[in-house]
């Protein structure tokens, strides 16, 4: 980074933690804002700090759907894996139980969005896990491409209910862009993530 342009940049510094099944997981994150460097008078010192972490709270209460999200990205055979587990605060129907969806998945390329490969799960109907996972090959440059999931309503005429981006800050945000960049910094390892998905 260059010197002139510390005072506009932030450290973000991810904590992640592996579960039993060696699968690495986001626990929180911390935060520093590169500016304290530009007022710092003394070069080639090193710079000690405390930040408290943000955390990855998976028992936040929302209104929308959520998704359990796993994505492993293979830099020698340039192979994405996609997985899609559990599935929560899906809308009821009027009978009470959630609607039945099934996950359709797109992986885009570029600003412009070329679709590259598109997968669908099962029909969620009565279980409340997907648990199916989709591979995608020959993704030389994950940089460049991000992956769409939305939750599609099954019936006569399907219904498109919501969506997440999963990608770089040009075409995703916030957990998209930080479960995106965990991935691209652990490869060969599964990173799993909740996800919020916004409403159409």
């Avoid at 759907?65 to 809308?91: D, H, K, M, S």
């Avoid at 939305?150 to 770089?168: A, Y």
Wanted: glycine share 8%.
């Amino acid at each position: 980074v260059a010197a002139h342009d510390l005072g506009q940049q932030t450290l973000r510094i991810l904590v992640l933690g592996l579960d039993k099944r060696r699968r690495c997981k986001l626990i929180g994150y911390a935060t520093y804002g590169l500016s304290t460097l530009v007022n710092n008078t003394s070069d080639d010192q090193e710079i000690r700090t405390f930040r408290d972490l943000q955390l990855d709270d998976e028992s936040g209460i929302s209104a929308n759907p959520q998704l359990l999200v796993a994505l492993t990205y293979f830099p020698t055979t340039e192979r994405l894996i996609v997985g899609l587990f559990e599935c929560r605060n899906l809308p009821l129907k009027e009978n009470g139980l959630p609607i039945d969806v099934y996950a359709k998945v797109v992986l885009y390329q570029g600003l412009q969005g070329k679709e590259l490969k598109s997968k669908r799960t099962e029909a969620l109907g009565t279980r409340d896990s997907f648990d199916e996972s989709f591979v995608f090959q020959k993704i030389p440059d994950p940089t460049n491409i991000n992956l769409r999931i939305t939750l599609v309503q099954h019936g006569f005429i399907d219904k498109q209910i919501c969506f997440i981006v999963l990608g770089g800050e040009l075409v995703s945000k916030g957990r998209g862009v930080l479960h995106w960049s965990a991935m691209l910094e652990h490869p060969d390892k599964q990173v799993s993530e909740w996800h919020e998905l916004q409403l159409f």
